[in-house]
């Protein structure tokens, strides 16, 4: 990283003060579980460095000053707000209030809106998660600020990195190579991320295997999760055991759909629904509904029958079929609500990237309606099968995985550490750009 530094010619600036300034960027459903844990381990840093070295002179300018920007590009109460209190995240220092329109006029503004905000608060570091737009427009901004005549910017640390569907026609590629190569600090969350980083020429000594800190999320959240009562709203609870006794909840089957590519057009949808059918009969489907897809259903005319606990406001309908199953349709949940969803379910139904994720780790059966994927692990050593989105395949895949018996491994480093890895890397690498700066904390206490 040290090269890096060198052979860009940059300095880190930064703050003013002795605080190593972090400023983290969320934007999107998938961002906020992601940045969380990153926010409690640099919590966790301040706490230790506050308590340790209590009356020594030094303790407040060794503190990391943390700024979280949010870029509006999530604005909905279901798809942002929640996920704040769910997960206990702090309110965002800085609102750029986007909002949505196509890729260009959305990633725009946010470069837009973002330059002032950087070049306002020069940060030490700046991190992005994940491939959405927000990602990638950030990232961007960052590569080509200079905050003196020298040159210096922040450095650029990308979570989630060297993910690789091969697919360019899906828009979160374009924005992972992007921002993968405007990176300093690349953080994996498995071994085909160094792998692809490596073939596009990207130097090693940047790039590290630091676990996925979505799973770090899930592993914090998995018990609070029972605490939901998602199962009885939706009719699903059977007995009177408590929410985390599986026996009283009847089986069920869950279904996300989201992608453009899924959901924009009549026939490709009607065909990824036509595979559901078989399964709508024998087990309730749950089908929280992203509001691109509601709107979608709204076009096609689709016709599903009211369910008892779908969103009334939205005239829902669900699928009938036999034993009261169908498909049942909910405004899109909360991330507890979804995570106990999801830890009881039979089967998990998706064209979700982290829903892979979460599902090998909970060792719950996915099938993938996608043709790729960008996470091998997931089917390698995970739970995960990619069936594409052509009716038959996705009948014979979700056939497949209700037999499968359950046997998943853990990739390496999903283990709730990935967080203070990255804060542990973020630390060190600002000290050598900055000798006058001392680690703040030995490498052993992480
Ligand atoms: C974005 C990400 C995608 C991620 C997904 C999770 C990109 C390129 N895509 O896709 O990778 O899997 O988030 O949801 O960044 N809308 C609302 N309320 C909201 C947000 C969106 O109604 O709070 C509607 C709007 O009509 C909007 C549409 O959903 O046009 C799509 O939102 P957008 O942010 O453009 O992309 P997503 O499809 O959500």
């Known amino acids: ?222 018990d609070k999760a029972e605490e939901s009562t998602v199962c009885e709203k939706l009719g699903l609870r059977t007995g009177s055991g408590k929410n985390g006794d599986s026996n009283s909840i009847r089986p069920y089957a869950l279904l996300t759909l989201h992608r453009p590519s899924n959901v924009d057009t009549r026939d490709g949808f009607l065909s990824i629904l036509a595979g559901l059918e078989e399964l709508a009969k024998d087990f309730p489907v749950v089908f929280p509904v992203h509001p691109r897809t509601r709107q979608r259903i709204k076009e096609f005319g689709l016709d599903f029958h009211a369910g008892p606990h779908a969103a009334k406001s939205n005239g829902d309908r669900k699928i009938p079929g036999n034993h009261g199953a169908g498909i049942m349709l909910t405004d899109p949940l909360g991330y507890l609500d979804f995570l106990c969803l999801m830890k009881h379910a039979a089967i998990v139904v998706t064209d979700s990237g982290g829903i892979q994720e979460e599902t090998t780790c909970l060792g719950i059966p996915c099938v993938t309606v996608r043709e790729n994927t960008e996470r091998p692990v997931t089917v390698e050593s995970g739970t995960n099968v990619v069936a594409g989105t052509k009716k038959e395949k996705v009948r014979e895949a979700i056939r497949r995985q209700l037999r499968r018996k359950s046997s998943a491994a853990m990739p390496k480093n999903w283990d709730g550490k990935a967080a203070a890895r990255i804060v542990e890397i973020l630390i060190q690498t600002h000290c050598s750009r900055n000798p006058s700066h001392q680690p703040l904390i030995p490498l052993s206490c992480v």
């Open 1 to 222: 990283m040290q090269q890096e530094t060198e052979s860009t010619g940059r300095k880190g600036q930064g703050s003013q003060d002795h605080h190593m300034k972090i400023l983290t960027i969320v934007g999107a459903r998938p961002n906020f579980m992601k940045v969380a844990p990153i926010i409690a381990a640099i919590n966790k840093h301040n706490d230790r460095i506050a308590a340790g070295a209590a009356g020594q002179s030094e303790s407040s300018t060794e503190m990391i000053q943390h700024i979280l920007v949010h870029t509006g590009q999530h604005y909905d109460e279901l798809m942002s707000g929640s996920f704040f209190n769910d997960l206990n995240l702090p309110k965002p220092d800085v609102h750029l209030g986007v909002g949505s329109g196509s890729h260009a006029a959305q990633t725009a503004e946010i470069m837009k809106k973002f330059e002032g905000v950087i070049l306002a608060e020069k940060p030490d570091v700046v991190v992005v998660v994940g491939d959405v737009n927000s990602t990638i427009g950030c990232a961007l901004v960052t590569s080509k600020i200079s905050f003196d005549s020298s040159g210096s910017r922040p450095l650029i640390a990308h979570v989630e990195s060297g993910l690789r569907s091969f697919d360019r026609s899906m828009p979160e590629e374009i924005n992972r190579i992007v921002t993968d190569h405007v990176s300093d600090l690349l953080f994996v969350t498995e071994e085909s991320g160094i792998r692809n980083l490596s073939k596009e020429g990207v130097s090693l000594d940047r790039v590290h295997l630091v676990g996925n800190t979505m799973i770090d999320s899930l592993l914090t959240f998995k």
